[in-house]
C-alpha cells in the first residue's frame, strides 16, 4: 500500500522572516538572483570580479564598507540590514539567509509551489510496482581505464554539477553514476536505505564481481554509498575507497520525527524560497526556473517535477530512519560546517576512522563544496592511491 502523502505544506513565513523581494514589486527574488546581484554589488565596490563563495572580512571589508552596499543594494530594490550582512559574510550566505526565511530576513512573503503537491492519487500515479533494469543501471560519467573503475551515487539535485566534479577528479579512470530510485521514472518501491543499496549492489556485482571497488556518493546518494561499501565489505570484498560528500545532516537534536509527507513540505517551502515561488506558478513556469538555476538536466520536464520531489521526501525519510552501522574501510568524509555528522557514527571505536574534511561555506545548497577546489584535489589524490 502506497503511504498518504497529503502533504503538509508550512504556512508562508510571518512579516518579521520576509524573503527577498524588490522594493516595488510583489514579486520575490529567488536565492540565485540575490546571489548573483550582491556579487555584482560587491564587484563594484572592491574593484574586482567577487564570487559567491569570497568572504567579505577576507576582501578587506569593514562597517563602512557594508553600510556602502547595503545602501546601494536598497537602491536596488533588495531588503537587507546591515547587520544581517555582517552575520553572513559571504554573497552565497547572504542570499540563502535573505530568501530561505531566516529570522529578520526582509522581504516579501511567499507561498510554497501549489502545482508540485501531490494527493495520495497522484502520487500513487507516479508510483512503480517494481524495480526495473533502468532504475539501477549507472550511466558513464568518464572514460578511462576499466580495471579500476569509480562507481558513484548521484543526489537528488545538480547531478550535472556532480558529474563535471567526478570527470575532474578521475584522470583517466573510468567512473559511473548511479541515480536515486525514481530519478528516471516512476518510483520504485523501497522502504529503508538497505533496500535501495541491495539493488545497485546486485547490478554492481554484475558488473564488477571482484573488487577492489571505489564508491563515491553526494547529498542522499552519499548514505546509499556508505550502506553499499558496508556491504562489499561484510561479504569479503576490497573496498579501496570510499568518498562522501555533502551527505544530509539529518534532524537536530530534539527535533520530531517527520515522515515523507512533513518532508516534502518542507521541501516545496525550500523551493519557494530558492526560485522565488508565490506560490501559484504552473509547472511550465517553475520547471523554467528551476532550469535556469541548473537543478537538473535537460532530460526532466515540467511534469517530473513532482514526482521528483516526492522520490527524494521517500528517501529523506528512509535516510533520517537510517541506522549507521560500523564501517571500517578507508573513507573520506567532506562536510560543509564544524558539526559532527550522524555518518560518523558508522566509525564509532573503528580502528581506521574516516579522513574528515570540514569545509566553511555554510550553505544549505551543495554547490559549493561540489566545486570546492580542496574536495577535488583531495580526491584526485585519493584515487591515485
Not at 66 to 80: D, M, P
Not at 238 to 257: F, I, K, Q
Request: net charge negative; proline share 11%; aromatic share 6%.
Amino acid at each position: 500500500m502506497q503511504p498518504n502523502f497529503r502533504t503538509r505544506i508550512p504556512p508562508p513565513p510571518p512579516a518579521d522572516g520576509r524573503r527577498a523581494g524588490r522594493a516595488d514589486t510583489a514579486d520575490p527574488l529567488g536565492c540565485r538572483a540575490v546571489e548573483r546581484l550582491l556579487c555584482e554589488l560587491w564587484s563594484a565596490h572592491f574593484g574586482h570580479r567577487v564570487s559567491p563563495y569570497d568572504d567579505f572580512f577576507d576582501l578587506g571589508g569593514d562597517s563602512l564598507a557594508i553600510t556602502t552596499i547595503v545602501a546601494a543594494a536598497r537602491e536596488r530594490g533588495l531588503r537587507v540590514r546591515s547587520s544581517a550582512a555582517l552575520r553572513h559574510p559571504t554573497p552565497a550566505r547572504l542570499a540563502e539567509h535573505l530568501t530561505l526565511g531566516g529570522p529578520g530576513a526582509g522581504g516579501t512573503p511567499t507561498g510554497p509551489p501549489r502545482a508540485l503537491a501531490l494527493d495520495p492519487g497522484a502520487a500513487a500515479a507516479v508510483s512503480a510496482p517494481d524495480w526495473t533494469a533502468a532504475d539501477v543501471r549507472p550511466e558513464p560519467i568518464a572514460e578511462g581505464d576499466p580495471a579500476a573503475p569509480l562507481f558513484v551515487v548521484h543526489s537528488d539535485r545538480h547531478v550535472r554539477a556532480e558529474r563535471a566534479a567526478v570527470a575532474r577528479w578521475t584522470g583517466g579512470r573510468a567512473a559511473h553514476g548511479y541515480a536515486l530510485p525514481g530519478a528516471r521514472g516512476p518510483i520504485p518501491p523501497f522502504g529503508s536505505v538497505g533496500e535501495v543499496a541491495e539493488r545497485l549492489l546486485a547490478d554492481l556485482r554484475g558488473r564488477r564481481p571482484d573488487g577492489p571497488y571505489r564508491l563515491a556518493g553526494f547529498g542522499l546518494g552519499a548514505v546509499v554509498a556508505l550502506e553499499l561499501a558496508r556491504r562489499l565489505r561484510g561479504s569479503g570484498a576490497e573496498v579501496a575507497l570510499l568518498a562522501l560528500v555533502a551527505p544530509p545532516a539529518g534532524p537536530a537534536p530534539g527535533e520530531p520525527d517527520a515522515g515523507p509527507d512533513d518532508l516534502l513540505g518542507r521541501r516545496l517551502a525550500l523551493l519557494a524560497g530558492r526560485f522565488g515561488l508565490t506560490g501559484g506558478e504552473s509547472l511550465a513556469e517553475i520547471h523554467d526556473r528551476i532550469a535556469e538555476e541548473e537543478w537538473y538536466d535537460g532530460t526532466v520536464g515540467p511534469g517530473d517535477l513532482p514526482r521528483l520531489q516526492l522520490a527524494w521526501a521517500r528517501l529523506a525519510s528512509a535516510v533520517r530512519a537510517h541506522a549507521y552501522e560500523p564501517y571500517d574501510g578507508r573513507a573520506l568524509l567532506f562536510l560543509d560546517g564544524p558539526d559532527p555528522h550522524p555518518a560518523e557514527r558508522a566509525w564509532a571505536g573503528a580502528a581506521r576512522p574516516p579522513d574528515v574534511h570540514r569545509l566553511d561555506h555554510g550553505l544549505e545548497s551543495p554547490l559549493a563544496v561540489i566545486h570546492d577546489p580542496q574536495v577535488a584535489e583531495t580526491m584526485r589524490k585519493a584515487l591515485d592511491v
